[in-house]
């Protein structure tokens, strides 16, 4: 196959579930120099030979997730006639789940993306957090499961995305000294709110190597440390006044701070 390996994925799918699986194992051996190229939806003999026959062409892999008994069993056989390298993702998988379980599949390809309830709940939550991200709409705050309220880099907007995967409608707000809180803030229940706290000294170096990123000096204002005891000292004084719970995120991870706001939700 040379140094850029190429790999055709057949799928009775969308093709996503090998694709993934070869990826992971092409890590161990290439660092990005390879084509994968899917095959979705397949459900004839004939797109599979016309496959094979590209493959065998290009002296390509072969990966493939058909849970069609007969289709999986003829890729099987008529690659190895070609003398092609296949790798059956779903095949070794069902057979030894059938042999635990005593239980015979349901031979339905795609039900993992099956588009249930849970996962429209999902969507939602995701577009209600880029649609209400960084105060652009205080509408949404009314609407909001949860509001985090936090002075610039303090992972606010990560965090929204965190939690919208677990389904939950976040709005975020940016504690600004020149600019006043929406109103709304002061009038919702102040349980569903969550302040973002954090050091002097990491936010200062968070907003450095912001800069820095940026092509920028690390002595503009953002990154003053006068600057960041004021805006951490207005952002105590929004907090105690709307009377919310507050996380200190100076040395968290994303995943952490969301997991301890999600027990806080919990517990109540």
Same mark, same amino acid.
Not at 124 to 131: G, L, S, T
């Given at each position: 196959?040379?140094?850029?390996?190429?790999?055709? =994925?057949?799928?009775?799918?969308?093709? !996503?579930?090998?694709?993934?699986? &070869?990826?992971?194992?092409?890590?161990?051996?290439?660092?990005? !120099?390879?084509?994968?190229?899917?095959?979705?939806?397949?459900?004839?003999?004939?797109?599979?030979?016309?496959?094979?026959?590209?493959? %065998?062409?290009?002296?390509?892999?072969?990966?493939?997730?058909?849970?069609?008994?007969?289709?999986? /069993?003829?890729?099987?056989?008529? %690659?190895?006639?070609?003398?092609?390298?296949?790798?059956?993702?779903?095949?070794? /998988?069902?057979?030894?789940?059938?042999?635990?379980?005593?239980?015979?599949?349901?031979?339905?390809?795609?039900? =993992?993306?099956?588009?249930?309830?849970?996962?429209?709940?999902?969507?939602?939550?995701?577009?209600?957090?880029?649609?209400?991200?960084?105060?652009?709409?205080?509408?949404?705050?009314?609407? %909001?499961?949860? &509001?985090?309220?936090? =002075?610039?880099?303090?992972?606010?907007?990560?965090?929204?995305?965190?939690?919208?995967?677990?389904?939950?409608?976040?709005?975020?707000?940016?504690? =600004?000294?020149?600019?006043?809180?929406?109103? @709304?803030?002061?009038?919702?229940?102040?349980?569903?709110?969550?302040?973002?706290?954090?050091?002097?000294?990491?936010?200062?170096?968070?907003?450095?190597?912001?800069?820095?990123?940026?092509?920028?000096?690390?002595?503009?204002?953002?990154?003053?440390?006068?600057?960041?005891?004021?805006?951490?000292?207005?952002?105590?004084?929004? @907090?105690?006044?709307?009377?919310?719970?507050?996380?200190?995120?100076?040395?968290?991870?994303?995943?952490?701070?969301?997991?301890?706001? /999600?027990? /806080?939700?919990?517990?109540?």
């Amino acid at each position: 196959m040379g140094d850029k390996p190429h790999i055709y =994925v057949l799928s009775d799918s969308v093709g !996503e579930t090998a694709e993934l699986v &070869i990826k992971a194992g092409l890590s161990q051996f290439n660092d990005g !120099e390879y084509k994968i190229q899917r095959v979705p939806y397949v459900e004839d003999k004939k797109t599979i030979d016309d496959t094979l026959q590209i493959a %065998a062409e290009n002296q390509a892999l072969i990966g493939f997730t058909l849970v069609d008994p007969d289709l999986r /069993m003829y890729v099987n056989e008529a %690659a190895s006639q070609m003398g092609l390298e296949i790798i059956d993702i779903m095949g070794p /998988m069902m057979k030894a789940m059938k042999r635990t379980f005593n239980k015979t599949p349901r031979l339905e390809p795609g039900l =993992v993306h099956q588009l249930d309830e849970d996962y429209f709940k999902r969507v939602e939550a995701i577009e209600f957090a880029v649609k209400y991200d960084d105060g652009r709409d205080p509408r949404g705050i009314a609407r %909001a499961d949860i &509001i985090l309220l936090g =002075v610039s880099r303090t992972s606010k907007t990560p965090l929204s995305q965190y939690l919208a995967h677990k389904r939950l409608k976040v709005a975020n707000v940016p504690i =600004v000294p020149e600019v006043d809180p929406p109103e @709304v803030l002061f009038d919702i229940d102040p349980a569903k709110c969550v302040g973002l706290r954090i050091s002097a000294e990491k936010l200062n170096d968070i907003r450095k190597e912001r800069l820095k990123a940026l092509g920028l000096g690390d002595q503009a204002t953002y990154a003053n440390m006068d600057r960041i005891q004021q805006e951490l000292a207005y952002f105590d004084e929004i @907090v105690e006044k709307i009377g919310c719970e507050v996380v200190d995120v100076s040395y968290k991870a994303v995943e952490e701070t969301a997991n301890t706001i /999600m027990r /806080m939700f919990r517990q109540r």
